[in-house]
């Protein structure tokens, strides 16, 4: 079984729906991440987590919220779709391990907005 | 605000040839990370580079980091097929934000028989 699952995997929405897309992961990690991925411009970060009750902006945060219920489940929402959020959003984990923090990504959902 | 720019963007190759990747980033940091992307799938983690001067390879790919210079590469010996992928290239920022990290565009290859 995949250590960080995304659900769903693909979505297509109307501009003006609220999305929640989830993030699950069973490798025990402290630190969780969404971002997203538009073609040539690599990822760029939405929100990330440290622990429970850290919860931190990234680059591109606007038109997005979070929540992290628990160690295990890291969501974000598009409170109002919008054309232009139409991307590949990826969760990611990481923890420290021997002076790493080696990032581990889900498998991401390609969300559309029409 | 830390960038991080990779060149070149796209890279077509022969099989049976070499080539670099460079990663260039704006400010000081130790910690840089290269990742490997198949179309349409996620990102797979290839190497961590923690010290100015560190070097990996695993098979046809070597990575190396100068933190002075803020400058890592990626070396591609020999060029596969198998190898034809987007790779990237994040810089980690420092202090309270460890972990937290920055990408590179991407350097999309192709390696043609």
């Known amino acids: 079984d995949a250590d960080v699952t995304q659900t769903p995997r693909n979505r297509i929405t109307k501009t003006g729906k609220r999305i929640m897309l989830e993030c699950s992961q069973t490798?025990?990690?402290?630190?969780m991440y969404w971002y997203r991925q538009d073609p040539g411009l690599g990822l760029q970060l939405i929100y990330y987590s440290f622990d429970v009750k850290d919860i931190n902006k990234g680059e591109i945060s606007d038109g997005y919220s979070v929540s992290r219920q628990a160690q295990a489940k890291f969501s974000l929402s598009l409170e109002s779709a919008i054309p232009n959020q139409t991307a590949l959003y990826f969760c990611?984990?990481?923890?420290?391990?021997?002076?790493?923090?080696?990032?581990?990504f889900g498998p991401g959902t390609r969300l559309t907005v029409l | 605000e830390l960038k991080v720019e990779q060149n070149p963007l796209f890279l077509s190759m022969q099989e049976g040839k070499n080539y670099t990747i460079y990663c260039n980033y704006s400010t000081t940091s130790d910690r840089l990370y290269w990742y490997r992307q198949d179309p349409g799938k996620s990102l797979e983690s290839l190497f961590v580079l923690l010290s100015n001067g560190a070097v990996k390879q695993e098979g046809r790919l070597m990575a190396s980091l100068d933190t002075k210079a803020r400058l890592s590469t990626l070396h591609i010996t020999a060029a596969v097929h198998d190898l034809s992928a987007t790779y990237f290239c994040?810089?980690?920022?420092?202090?309270?934000?460890?972990?937290?990290?920055?990408f590179g565009q991407g350097t999309i290859l192709t390696v043609h028989p």
């Open positions: 490798k025990g990690h402290d630190r």
């Open positions: 990611a984990t990481s923890d420290l391990v021997q002076g790493r923090h080696t990032q581990y």
């Open positions: 994040a810089v980690s920022a420092g202090g309270t934000s460890y972990g937290k990290l920055t």
